[in-house]
Each structure stands twice: as C-alpha cells, then as structure tokens.
C-alpha cells in the first residue's frame, strides 16, 4: 500500500469531493446544526468519528454479503449497522469517557439518520477501497464535513447581523450561501495530482 | 432460495446487534439519580443562563449536587420552585416575584446625533461605531433590540417611543437583557409596584432637560414630598426605595417633568408599539 494512494483519497474527501459541497450528502445537519460555531464544531467531531467507525465497521458486513451473493442488500444492512454502531457508541461513552459524551452531546444520536455516514459506506464499496482506504476516506470524509460545516457556521454568524430583504431573511439566504460555497469548491476539481 | 437467504442474514445480523446492544446496556449502565429528571421537569427548559449554569440540564444537576438553592432558577414560579423543594425534601420561603424595568423612557423624545442611524441594528455595535451611542444622552436606552434577542421568554419589545419595554406578566426575572444592555439601563424591580421613574441619567439638571423632554432634572420635589421618605435623589435622578413606597401616588403629581408613573394605574408605562 502506498502513503500516495492514502493522501490522495484524503485530498478528495476534504477537497475536490466534499461531502458537503460537492456530493451533496449530509445537507440537513450541514444546514440544522451550523447557526452557531460551537455547536457546528461538535457536530463537525461527532461526524469525524462516527464516520471513521462506520467505515471500519461495514466493510466485514460488506464482505459478507459479497460472499453470500446479496450484494443488493447493502443499503438496508448498512442503515443495520450503522444505527446499532451509533447506540453502542452512545453507551459507551457514556459508561467510559463522559467528558467526550457530554462534549459530542445531543449530536452523536443524530448522526444516525445523517446520509453522509450512509454515503461514505456505500461510496467505500463503489470505489473498491480496501479496509485501510476505507477507514481513510471515512475520516477525511468526516474531516471535510467539519471544514464545510465551520466555514458556513461562521458565515451564517455574519449573516445574522446582515440586512437582506425581508423575503431572504434567515434559510434563504442561507441556502444561497450554501450555494455559493458549493461554487467556489468546484474550483477545488483541478486539484488532480499526476503521480 | 436467494430471498430466503437475504431475510436469513439481515434477519441474523439484526439479532446480534440487539442483543449486542441489550447487553451493552446492561455492561455499560450508568446509574442516574431518578431526582434529576424529576428536577429538570420543574424547570422552563427555555435554557435562559439566568441561573448561570449552562442550561437547565446544568443547573438541575447542581441543585441536585447541592452546589445550588432550590431557588436557583430564577425564572421558575413559586409552584415550580416549592415542587423542586419537594424533591429535594427542603422548605423554601415564599419569594417576592421581581421583573426586568428599562429605567429609561427617552427614545424619540431625547436628541440624537445623528439624523438617522444606519448601522447594524444591535446597541452594542452602535456603541463601538457612534463613539457611545446614537443619543446625546449618555445613558438612555438606544432601542435598537439587543435586548430583546437576548430575552428567551419574548418579554421586552421596543415600543412606540423607540425604547425597550418590559412585558412585566411575562418577564421571569432571568435578567438576561441587563447582562445584554450595553448602557446598563435594565434594573430589577417588584412585580407588585406601582411607581417608577423611567430615568436614570447623572447629568446635572439642566443639561438633562436639554438632552431629553422626558428626563430626571434632579429637582428633589419627589424626594421633598414623599410622606413615607421613599424617595432619593443620588446621582442627579430620584431612586425608589420600594422596601418603603406606599404607592401613595404623590411624587407623580408633583414630578414638573410628568416623568414619574403609576404604572398600573395608566396601564402601561407607554402603548406598546
């Protein structure tokens, strides 16, 4: 395996196909969770981490339903898994590290209906990625989440104090920001490294 | 035979998840005490921080821990705060219900710098950029709402005179918009009373009367008057010593600037816009 192969997947994750900007995964925490920085960077963690479980976690399923010819049932074991991996979770941490419990707080049991999470197991198997490439892609795939997430949090907190028309005020202004950002991320689609 | 396999699969995937996760709850249960909840019921759960704990989850886990009263929660009614007693098998005393007063009632009626003020529309930030504020006056009301995004109960709007007015029955004494108020203009007063003086300006008389139609001038004619010795004049405008006031009204008919109210005989200190 090679570090190149690793940093390349790193770089797509965060930058040229942000979960957020580019696939369009993950829009409804992207858009709930992001009126203030604080708690857009907890949410922005919490997806980091469950996201890099998920990852881990459903490539043996994956395997499995390979092996046993049920390919088609991936998305229905994969929502299996992932809602039982974000309850285990939960009870752990709670049991184990209350600090980072409490810190992650009311976003670790959202997660579980977040479609990035979903998106990051099913794109893992689009791409063929093997067990360390998957962990990888679901890290930074978390990672560029949080980028996406803080950069429009601290936007949105500039827009409170703007003075839009009436009929822009509050969602869709924001959502035009949010388009607007998806915009300056395609510029990111250049970025192909020859190695 | 390929369906039978696909429902035999998820079927045993689903069981040894739930068992997984049963077991987990049993393996990593952690023990709360039942009084929390029955705690955290009592409170608003507006999570206002009046309480100054970090929301209501916060401040029910330190009356529970005994690091706060069962009063802490300032907006919680005497019911709620006798149920919270209960709970923790403690007597409370019966508590005086206060509410959030603007001690000003300038706005329109003071003079202004400005002809019209275009900033952002947060009296913090016309407090950076104006130099002290919009008004002349240095210490009345701008009216331009930061407290009223401060406060979680809906409360206190800018009325017709451009100045912040507390809806007394909803106020809970959170005291949030003070904490907000760049101009400290919020003060705390008895729901029962009648009489204020919506003015809190410490300029000397006549440059107070030629700042604001509605000012305090420091003329002492309350303080002279008043049978029961309420009444001080400190820093050139009338405090009321509510411990003392009768609301006999007297210091209203004889305020020359018709400053001083009865603000349950007319009402309302003004129309709310």
């Avoid at chain 2, 929390?36 to 209501?56: K, T, V």
């Avoid at chain 2, 016309?126 to 130099?131: E, F, I, N, T, Y």
């Avoid at chain 2, 300006?201 to 008043?226: F, H, M, Q, Y």
Wanted: a positive charge; aromatic letters at 8%; hydrophobic letters at 45%.
């Amino acid at each position: 395996m090679e570090w190149t192969t690793l940093f390349d997947i790193a770089l797509g994750a965060i930058l040229i196909n942000n979960f957020i900007l580019a696939q369009f995964l993950g829009i409804c925490p992207f858009m709930g969770v992001s009126k203030k920085m604080d708690t857009a960077v907890g949410m922005g963690f919490a997806v980091i981490f469950v996201m890099g479980l998920a990852s881990a976690l459903c490539y043996p399923v994956n395997l499995l339903l390979n092996n046993l010819g049920l390919k088609y049932m991936q998305t229905v074991a994969f929502i299996l898994v992932i809602a039982a991996l974000v309850q285990f979770v939960e009870m752990f941490l709670k049991k184990a590290i209350p600090t980072l419990y409490q810190a992650l707080g009311v976003y670790l049991p959202l997660i579980t209906t977040n479609c990035a999470v979903l998106g990051v197991v099913l794109l893992n198997v689009q791409n063929g990625y093997n067990f360390i490439e998957s962990v990888v892609y679901g890290i930074t795939g978390g990672a560029g989440f949080l980028l996406a997430i803080v950069l429009f949090a601290s936007i949105r907190e500039r827009l409170e104090f703007a003075d839009p028309p009436k009929a822009f005020k509050g969602f869709p202004i924001a959502l035009v920001t949010a388009g607007l950002m998806a915009l300056c991320f395609m510029g990111f689609q250049g970025l192909k490294i020859p190695w | 035979m390929n369906i039978f396999y696909a429902v035999l699969t998820l079927g045993i995937l689903g069981g040894v998840f739930g068992l997984v996760l049963s077991l987990a709850s049993k393996v990593f249960e952690v023990k709360t005490d039942p009084k929390l909840d029955l705690i955290l019921d009592c409170l608003p759960g507006a999570n206002c921080g009046g309480c100054g704990y970090p929301g209501c989850a916060g401040c029910a886990a330190a009356i529970l821990a005994k690091e706060a009263p069962v009063n802490a929660c300032p907006s919680c009614s005497g019911l709620q705060t006798s149920r919270i007693a209960a709970v923790m098998g403690v007597e409370v005393k019966a508590q005086e219900r206060r509410v959030a007063f603007v001690r000003c009632n300038g706005g329109t009626r003071a003079s202004r710098k400005f002809e019209r003020y275009v900033g952002l529309t947060d009296c913090v930030a016309a407090m950076k950029v104006s130099g002290n504020g919009t008004l002349d006056c240095a210490y009345g009301c701008l009216g331009l709402g930061t407290c009223v995004q401060a406060c979680k109960f809906d409360a206190i709007h800018i009325n017709a005179h451009g100045v912040a007015q507390v809806d007394q029955d909803k106020c809970t004494h959170c005291m949030q918009c003070a904490k907000a108020c760049p101009r400290h203009v919020i003060i705390d007063v008895p729901y029962a009373s009648d009489i204020m003086v919506p003015c809190g300006n410490k300029d000397k008389g006549p440059s107070a009367k030629s700042l604001c139609t509605v000012s305090c001038i420091g003329c002492r004619l309350c303080e002279k008057n008043c049978p029961a010795g309420a009444i001080t004049v400190t820093d050139n405008h009338a405090s009321i010593d509510y411990t003392k006031c009768t609301s006999c009204g007297v210091c209203v008919e004889k305020c020359p600037r018709k400053l001083i109210t009865d603000i349950h005989a007319t009402g309302k200190v003004e129309p709310v816009a």
